[in-house]
Structures are given as structure tokens and as C-alpha cells.
């Protein structure tokens, strides 16, 4: 997973000639005593999975109290979408220095964690609102505004992400496809691309399954040592209990499991949690964990379907494996024998490469021992 920042600022027109700060730093200004907002639009960028973080960015020329608010709101692409609108409530921001600095202030969430639906492409608008308050509102001058420092989270490297990966396999798809057939050229497969993007992607997913080449992190939160798997979750990495204690669990099925809190198998607690069991959309972790949040690191699957302006989220080195699978399916949908066999002995060559070298750079634990005797569990502990 990946992080996209952007800067939605200030641009200015003007007469003549200018110099000093505003040069490089335009702003709007928010005139004291008055109800004024300043708002920005800007298209969600490629990738997107969710809003990290915004910040306002500012020139410090006052202090006091700013009582200010802010919104923001969310329009679909398609014609006829109707905006949505989440909106925060007035707060107050205090402000000690007025050295003409840059300062930041950090937009509430509230004023964005109700907007749904949003997608790559879509339009966000940002506001802030200043109140005419002066009872409320000390801050001693104008509020000059620089513009809104945005943090995307994103299921791709987006600046990797321009589609020619994803264009690259599926003309090679195409090209094998639309070859000869015994003395006569057959181009006249007619399978929309969106389809073939779709196979593309479901190798991409088994990919991510099988050789575990995505991994991302959040926060789980631990009740009764048991959590809930977050979305597109494969298999967990590690957990971090403290300040520097990282623990590598290992995932059991649910007979062991059982095995071993039935009959207390294995109980460290400095190794703590050591198992864990999968169920339902459940992480349960033995023995066991104090009711908390945690951050964890976990492989996991693709969020993007790959398309003409989005690559496998996959490394480019298993581009291969994604176009001779997608032949070989492609080949059965059109009734091209030929080619099947062929691209399913190719595909199944190259994972089978891609799978030897994941099992000799993997450190591998020895399975479950009774009473408390494991004897190869490394590294269980990582400072």
C-alpha cells in the first residue's frame, strides 16, 4: 500500500509586479469580523482508498483564537450524481506566534469520514468557514489561507500506476489471441477488454495469495484476544504488542487450535500471542491478549481491478504469470485448443519458479509441539 500527498493552494492573479512571501506562498485572505469561507475542488487521484489525513495550511500573521469550521463534500463522475456533504462544527484553534510562518492546522475528521462512495476520478471539494464572532473569534487579524495539504491513502504506488503494465499484457493477450489458426488469421474474437482486465485481475489476486507480495498495516482492535479480519486480509506478519515488541504468530486450523487450549499445549507470555485461528471473519489469537488495539502488518489481497490507467497492484516481475493465464483463460473462452495447453504449462512454470524462490528466501517455523517445547520457532521476537 502506498500514500499519495497533494496540495490543493492558493492561486492568485494580479497587476504589475509582487515580491516577499506572497510570491511563492499566494493566499486568501478571510477578513476579521466577518463571515467568509474559502473552498477548493480537486480530482481524487488515482489509487484512491481512503482520506489519511488534511491539513489547513496558513500564513501566521495574528494570534488568539480562530473559530472556524470546516466541510467537505464528494461528486461521482457520472452525469446526474448529486453531491454529497459532510460538515464539522464550529471549533476554536488557538494561535500563539505571528512570525508570517506557515502554520498547519488539522481538519477533523468528521468533517470527511461521512462521505461514501468515493472513487479515482471523482470530485472532492474542501471548505473552511470563518466566523464573524468577536467574542469567539480573537485571532487579530485577517486569516490568510495557503490552500489544503491532503494525504490519500492508495492501493497502489500511484506514480507506477499509469495503466502501461496493464495495456503491455493485454495487447500481448490479444496479439496471441488474434494469431493464425493453421493457414487462416483469426482477429475477429470480439471479448471486451474490461472482461480481460478482469481475468488480469483474478491472477493478480491468486498472485497475492500465493506468494504473499502485498503487505499493508492497521489498526486491529483486540476484545477477549480476538479481532476482525480487515478487508482483503491473507494471513498476518506480525502484531505489535509495545514500543519495539513485534511478534510473528503462527496461523493454526482449528483442530490444533483446539489441541491447544484444550490441553494448554504452549503458554508463554513473553511470546505472547504465538497462535492464531481464522474463522468466520475472525482472528483469534492464543494464549491470549489483552482487550486493546494493536498495530499489525498483513499480506493482503489487490484492491484494483487492473485497467488502462491503473497497473497490477502485483510486482512487475509476475507480469508474466498474469499474461500466460490470462491466455490460457482467454484461449478457452474462443475455443482456441492451440493455445491452452500451452499457456497453462507456461503459466504453471513461471509460479512454479516464483514459488521456489518464495520457499527458499522463507524462514520456516517447525509445527506444534506439545507442553511447551517448540524448538525452531524463529524469529518470534524482533527488536
Same mark, same amino acid.
Given at each position: 500500500?502506498?500514500?499519495?500527498? /497533494?496540495?490543493?493552494?492558493?492561486?492568485?492573479?494580479?497587476?504589475?509586479?509582487?515580491?516577499?512571501? *506572497?510570491?511563492?506562498?499566494?493566499?486568501?485572505?478571510?477578513?476579521?469580523?466577518?463571515? &467568509?469561507?474559502?473552498?477548493?475542488?480537486?480530482?481524487?487521484?488515482?489509487?484512491? !482508498?481512503?482520506?489519511?489525513?488534511?491539513?489547513?495550511?496558513?500564513?501566521?500573521?495574528?494570534?488568539?483564537?480562530?473559530?472556524?469550521?470546516?466541510?467537505? *463534500?464528494?461528486?461521482?463522475?457520472?452525469?446526474?450524481?448529486?453531491?454529497?456533504?459532510?460538515?464539522?462544527?464550529?471549533?476554536?484553534?488557538? /494561535?500563539?506566534?505571528?512570525?508570517?510562518?506557515?502554520?498547519?492546522?488539522?481538519?477533523?475528521?468528521?468533517?470527511?469520514?461521512?462521505?461514501?462512495? &468515493?472513487?479515482?476520478?471523482?470530485?472532492?471539494?474542501?471548505?473552511?468557514?470563518?466566523?464573524?464572532?468577536?467574542?469567539?473569534?480573537?485571532?487579530?487579524?485577517?486569516?490568510?489561507?495557503?490552500?489544503?495539504?491532503?494525504?490519500?491513502?492508495?492501493?497502489?504506488?500511484?506514480?507506477?500506476?499509469?495503466?502501461?503494465?496493464?495495456?503491455?499484457?493485454?495487447?500481448?493477450?490479444?496479439?496471441? +489471441?488474434?494469431?493464425?489458426?493453421?493457414?487462416?488469421?483469426?482477429?475477429?474474437?470480439? +471479448?471486451?477488454?474490461?472482461?480481460?482486465?478482469?481475468?488480469?485481475?483474478?491472477?493478480?489476486?491468486?498472485?497475492? /495469495?500465493?506468494?504473499?507480495?502485498?503487505?499493508?498495516?492497521?489498526?486491529?482492535?483486540?476484545?477477549?484476544?480476538?479481532?476482525?479480519?480487515?478487508?482483503?486480509?491473507?494471513?498476518? @506478519?506480525?502484531?505489535?504488542?509495545? !514500543?519495539?515488541?513485534?511478534? %510473528?504468530? @503462527?496461523?493454526?486450523?482449528?483442530?490444533?487450535?483446539?489441541?491447544?487450549?484444550?490441553?494448554?499445549?504452549?503458554?508463554?507470555?513473553? %511470546?505472547?500471542?504465538?497462535?492464531?485461528?481464522?474463522?468466520?471473519?475472525?482472528?483469534?489469537?492464543?494464549?491470549?491478549?489483552?482487550?486493546?488495539?494493536?498495530?499489525?502488518?498483513?499480506?493482503?489481497?489487490?484492491?484494483?481491478?487492473? *485497467?488502462?490507467?491503473?497497473?497490477?497492484?502485483?510486482?512487475?516481475?509476475?507480469?508474466?504469470?498474469?499474461?500466460?493465464?490470462?491466455? *490460457?483463460?482467454?484461449?478457452?473462452?474462443?475455443?482456441?485448443?492451440?493455445?491452452?495447453?500451452?499457456?497453462?504449462?507456461?503459466? %504453471? %512454470?513461471?509460479?512454479?519458479?516464483?514459488?521456489?524462490?518464495?520457499?527458499?528466501?522463507?524462514?520456516?517455523?517447525?509445527?506444534?509441539?506439545?507442553?511447551?517445547?517448540? @524448538?525452531?520457532? @524463529?524469529?518470534?521476537?524482533?527488536?
Amino acid at each position: 500500500m502506498a500514500t499519495r500527498v /497533494e496540495f490543493w493552494g492558493v492561486e492568485e492573479l494580479g497587476l504589475g509586479e509582487d515580491s516577499g512571501a *506572497s510570491l511563492s506562498v499566494p493566499f486568501k485572505s478571510l477578513a476579521l469580523g466577518q463571515k &467568509m469561507y474559502w473552498r477548493k475542488s480537486g480530482v481524487i487521484p488515482l489509487g484512491y !482508498t481512503s482520506i489519511s489525513s488534511i491539513q489547513l495550511r496558513f500564513i501566521r500573521k495574528g494570534t488568539g483564537n480562530l473559530y472556524i469550521k470546516f466541510a467537505c *463534500s464528494h461528486t461521482a463522475q457520472a452525469t446526474g450524481s448529486a453531491p454529497s456533504e459532510d460538515v464539522d462544527s464550529y471549533t476554536t484553534y488557538t /494561535e500563539t506566534s505571528a512570525d508570517s510562518s506557515m502554520g498547519n492546522l488539522t481538519v477533523p475528521s468528521t468533517a470527511y469520514n461521512g462521505l461514501t462512495g &468515493m472513487a479515482a476520478g471523482d470530485t472532492l471539494s474542501l471548505t473552511v468557514y470563518r466566523d464573524d464572532s468577536g467574542a469567539t473569534d480573537t485571532y487579530t487579524t485577517d486569516f490568510d489561507v495557503a490552500g489544503f495539504l491532503i494525504t490519500f491513502s492508495t492501493g497502489v504506488d500511484v506514480e507506477a500506476s499509469t495503466g502501461d503494465r496493464s495495456k503491455r499484457i493485454l495487447g500481448k493477450v490479444l496479439l496471441t +489471441i488474434g494469431s493464425p489458426l493453421g493457414k487462416m488469421a483469426r482477429t475477429d474474437y470480439n +471479448i471486451p477488454e474490461a472482461a480481460i482486465y478482469s481475468i488480469m485481475g483474478d491472477y493478480a489476486t491468486k498472485i497475492a /495469495e500465493d506468494l504473499l507480495c502485498l503487505e499493508t498495516s492497521t489498526t486491529l482492535t483486540v476484545t477477549s484476544s480476538a479481532g476482525s479480519e480487515p478487508t482483503g486480509f491473507i494471513s498476518l @506478519k506480525l502484531i505489535e504488542l509495545g !514500543t519495539d515488541l513485534y511478534i %510473528q504468530p @503462527k496461523e493454526i486450523d482449528l483442530i490444533d487450535y483446539d489441541l491447544i487450549v484444550r490441553n494448554n499445549y504452549y503458554s508463554d507470555p513473553i %511470546q505472547t500471542p504465538l497462535y492464531y485461528k481464522r474463522w468466520n471473519g475472525t482472528i483469534t489469537f492464543h494464549p491470549t491478549v489483552d482487550s486493546d488495539s494493536y498495530t499489525i502488518y498483513y499480506y493482503t489481497r489487490p484492491t484494483t481491478t487492473p *485497467s488502462s490507467s491503473a497497473d497490477p497492484e502485483t510486482p512487475s516481475n509476475y507480469d508474466k504469470i498474469i499474461e500466460y493465464g490470462t491466455i *490460457s483463460e482467454v484461449a478457452a473462452m474462443v475455443g482456441r485448443s492451440d493455445l491452452i495447453n500451452i499457456y497453462s504449462v507456461k503459466y %504453471q %512454470q513461471e509460479m512454479d519458479n516464483a514459488l521456489g524462490n518464495l520457499a527458499r528466501a522463507r524462514t520456516v517455523t517447525e509445527g506444534i509441539k506439545p507442553y511447551g517445547y517448540n @524448538k525452531y520457532i @524463529k524469529p518470534i521476537l524482533e527488536h
